[in-house]
């Protein structure tokens, strides 16, 4: 119904990020692992465990992806509970706090990315379109060459 993440670091320096799912009861299962690919590097490779059976194969480089899998896994929107476990109580250090916030901070998240890649495909129509102006105006350019170079 909702899962966690846990912060550590593991003996060779390296940060690793654990998510546990969930169920109703509050038993916790582990999901995904991700390790840093090198020491303090910050660039994580996501996996689900092989011992977890459920949900398609994972293996991403950002959290967006681990999120958007869990919320698939979890028939959620994207915003379920997530609890950071790492020692310190400070929310940027790793205490408790929630995760994308609630259903219509994400639906104006949403929102605003839909309404973004809208305003990108509208640009890219406009460069498009200019882009074949520019080449039918060229195109004339030359044709108008050669008229006046066969008239002379």
Known sequence: T?????KSQGPDGRRVVRFFVLD????QTLAVLGVERDTRDGHYLYRRV???PHGPPLQCGN???VHAWLAGLLGTDGAPLVQHRAGGANPKKGGA???GG??????RLKQKHEEFSRLLHDLAQQNAAEEARRGADVKQARILAREQALRA
Not at 24 to 27: A, I, T, V
């Open 2 to 6: 909702s899962f966690l993440s846990e």
């Open 50 to 52: 092989e011992d977890f």
């Open 63 to 65: 959290l967006a992806g």
């Open 102 to 107: 609630d259903s219509s901070q994400w639906r």
């Open 24 to 27: 109703r009861q509050g038993h």
């Open 97 to 99: 706090h929630r995760a």
